[in-house]
């Protein structure tokens, strides 16, 4: 699954958890923790624009620089648009999993959400 990453934080798998992604950088990305807990640290919702947005912060610029190096940024946004649709794809499918497992949605295209009250 194609997921975007930009950050330097990690952390341990809380016991009785299941890790369901890694990267070669970090390898606790996305975890299950029970039937229906998830943690996730990639981003699947990051656009070109906000990924734009992030490079005018001069701390978040720099620690993408420092990993990947000069000029990084503009690569990035490049690789972002050419891959949007991938991603948004990935998010959507994601997604739609985690409320079937929870239940929220059955599991035929176009089902609707419940309402949770």
């Not at 649709?85 to 059955?106: H, S």
Request: hydrophobic content about 45%; some cysteine.
């Amino acid at each position: 699954m194609l997921t975007f990453q930009w950050h330097g934080d990690t952390f341990d798998l809380p016991t009785g958890a299941v890790l369901l992604a890694g990267s070669s950088l970090y390898p606790a990305q996305a975890f299950r923790w029970g039937r229906v807990a998830y943690g996730v640290q990639f981003h699947v919702e990051v656009t070109p624009d906000l990924a734009a947005s992030w490079g005018d912060v001069p701390e978040y610029r720099l620690a993408l620089e420092e990993v990947l190096g000069p000029g990084s940024l503009e690569r990035v946004i490049k690789e972002l648009r050419s891959n949007s649709d991938l991603l948004l794809g990935a998010a959507r499918e994601m997604f739609q999993r985690w409320l079937v497992t929870c239940n929220l949605i059955g599991t035929s295209s176009g089902a609707k959400v419940h309402q949770v009250t």
